[in-house]
């Protein structure tokens, strides 16, 4: 008898949003846990990567990660130290944190002094799937690509849907319950 994993929700640099596609996919989800959002001002990539050894430990397995933005470049400084089982992950528009990022974000010295540089270039230890915008004014779909390959992740062109974020227009994202089908399911290709 297999059991249903749980997903665990890492989202990027932000707060609580109501409307973001991870707090929607969050309420439809039968078995689902959050990494606390800690917001952009807090940057310290040390703490988010002990807040989301937390909410594993707490699911126990097996666990399905849904990460955002900088979530996902947090997932893969986790994956480097957790022994952890994870099944899979959704790595959704992972930020180009090795280029200036736009006004409003945190600049490359910021990153470098809280951790987050150099961005891991090795491959997971779980299959993942890396979903990759055309338009992402946070990362070039061809800098997205190189990640994913270094990562050993599916890449999925999600198109021209910006950052997924409100902002963008994408609040309640469909294609992630379609992709998350997918890596519970144990099919490896999308």
């Known amino acids: 008898m297999s059991i249903e994993p749980t997903v665990l929700i890492v989202p990027g640099l932000r707060d609580h949003v109501p409307e973001h596609w991870q707090t929607v996919l969050a309420a439809r989800l039968p078995r689902v846990r959050t990494v606390a959002p800690m917001g952009r001002e807090n940057l310290d990539l040390a703490g988010r990567v002990a807040a989301i050894e937390r909410e594993a430990q707490a699911v126990g397995a097996p666990i399905v ?15 480097r130290t957790t022994r952890l089982r994870v099944a899979g992950a959704l790595l959704a528009t992972p930020p180009d944190f090795e280029r200036p990022l736009p006004e409003g974000y945190p600049s490359l010295a910021q990153l470098q002094a809280h951790g987050w540089l150099p961005v891991p270039r090795t491959a997971l230890p779980f299959p993942s799937i890396v979903a990759a915008s055309r338009n992402d004014p946070l990362a070039g779909y061809d800098r997205v690509a190189d990640l994913a390959s270094d990562w050993g992740s599916a890449l999925v062109d999600l198109g021209e849907v910006g950052h997924l974020n409100p902002a963008s227009g994408f609040g309640p994202w469909r294609r992630a319950e379609s992709l998350l089908k997918h890596l519970i399911t144990g099919v490896a290709a999308v």
Not at 67 to 74: D, E, F, N
Request: net charge neutral; aromatic share 6%.
């Open 65 to 79: 990660i849904v990460a955002h933005s900088a979530g996902t470049i947090s997932v893969a400084h986790w994956a």
